[in-house]
Each structure stands twice: as structure tokens, then as C-alpha cells.
């Protein structure tokens, strides 16, 4: 079903922009194979597309409508516009908003502490969960520091999750 629902959702976005550019996009491949923090991934050059399934049937129909809108906008921007625009600039975000309908995001907001790959949780100044790999977290223990996006305070490790508490 969901792979299935995914090539449904690329087909619909890519006849949208077929429409409003007058030119054909071949469909792309896709892959049901990332995994971790990273929702989907795009490369233009070999016309591929890959997704996180554990975030795919987490958050499914938010998922279908945004990720793969934003996924596919990566196609379809260097192919009108050229490789030189930049991934997350104004043709990217002129093919979600106006062409797609969907607005443009650079970054999900899923909740991947039930992924089970990021068992680390960390809290910063504004007092928010952060979620760091096994690597992040020895590279923290070794002394880097990782900072929170929003207060841009230092991140401080608080606690393991068990097994039971995610997945």
C-alpha cells in the first residue's frame, strides 16, 4: 500500500508540473530505504528518490502530501531552472508553493524518537527534547558540542531511552 500510494502521489505532482511548464518529467525511481532523522532524499542527476518508511507509516498522510511534494520539487526546480539554483531557494520554493500547492518547508518536523535510531536524549536552554544518534553521542562524549536550532544553546545529555520507551 504505501509504495503504491507514494508512486500515485509522485505521478500526481509531476503531471501538475507537466502542466504549468509544458514539458515532460520522466518518473523517477524510488526507494524505500533511508533511515534515522532524514525523511526523504532527492538526486536529480540520476532522476532518484529515496524515503524513511518508519516515518512514512508514522506520519502517513502528512508525509504523502509534504515530503514527497518536497522531494519531487528537487526533480523538477534544476530540470526547469538549471543545477545551479540552490536546493532550498526561490525556483525550489516557487515549484511547492505555486506549482504544487504545498508550502515549502527545508525540514520536517516529525517526532523521530520512535524511530529507535536516536536513543539519546539531550535538553538545551529552551528546555526542548533533542534526540542525537550513538555516534553524535560519543562525538558529544568526546567533547563536540551540538547546539539547538532555536535558543542556539549547547545540548547536555540527560538520559538513555530503554528499548520499551520507543518503537
Given at each position: 500500500?504505501?509504495?503504491?500510494?507514494?508512486?500515485?502521489?509522485?505521478?500526481?505532482?509531476?503531471?501538475?508540473?507537466?502542466?504549468?511548464?509544458?514539458?515532460?518529467?520522466?518518473?523517477?525511481?524510488?526507494?524505500?530505504?533511508?533511515?534515522?532523522?532524514?525523511?526523504?532524499?532527492?538526486?536529480?542527476?540520476?532522476?532518484?528518490?529515496?524515503?524513511?518508511?518508519?516515518?512514512?507509516?508514522?506520519?502517513t498522510e502528512h508525509f504523502l502530501k509534504h515530503t514527497i511534494a518536497h522531494e519531487v520539487a528537487h526533480l523538477v526546480a534544476?530540470?526547469?531552472?538549471?543545477?545551479?539554483?540552490?536546493?532550498?531557494?526561490?525556483?525550489?520554493?516557487?515549484?511547492?508553493?505555486?506549482?504544487?500547492?504545498?508550502?515549502?518547508?527545508?525540514?520536517?518536523?516529525?517526532?523521530?524518537?520512535?524511530?529507535?535510531?536516536?536513543?539519546?536524549?539531550?535538553?538545551c536552554a529552551c528546555e526542548r527534547p533533542h534526540f542525537l544518534s550513538a555516534i553524535r553521542h560519543k562525538r558529544s562524549l568526546?567533547?563536540?558540542?551540538?547546539?539547538?536550532?532555536?535558543?542556539?544553546?549547547?545540548?547536555?545529555?540527560?538520559?538513555?531511552?530503554?528499548?520499551?520507551?520507543?518503537?
Amino acid at each position: 500500500m504505501p509504495y503504491q500510494a507514494i508512486a500515485q502521489r509522485i505521478n500526481s505532482l509531476l503531471k501538475q508540473a507537466e502542466t504549468h511548464y509544458q514539458c515532460y518529467f520522466a518518473f523517477p525511481e524510488f526507494f524505500l530505504d533511508l533511515r534515522g532523522s532524514v525523511a526523504g532524499q532527492a538526486n536529480w542527476q540520476t532522476n532518484t528518490l529515496r524515503f524513511n518508511p518508519a516515518l512514512l507509516q508514522q506520519h502517513t498522510e502528512h508525509f504523502l502530501k509534504h515530503t514527497i511534494a518536497h522531494e519531487v520539487a528537487h526533480l523538477v526546480a534544476p530540470n526547469v531552472y538549471g543545477q545551479r539554483i540552490k536546493p532550498h531557494g526561490r525556483e525550489w520554493r516557487f515549484v511547492m508553493e505555486s506549482v504544487f500547492g504545498v508550502t515549502a518547508s527545508r525540514c520536517h518536523r516529525y517526532d523521530i524518537s520512535k524511530t529507535g535510531h536516536y536513543p539519546y536524549v539531550y535538553s538545551c536552554a529552551c528546555e526542548r527534547p533533542h534526540f542525537l544518534s550513538a555516534i553524535r553521542h560519543k562525538r558529544s562524549l568526546r567533547g563536540t558540542d551540538y547546539l539547538c536550532q532555536k535558543c542556539r544553546a549547547t545540548l547536555r545529555f540527560t538520559h538513555k531511552l530503554n528499548a520499551e520507551n520507543y518503537g
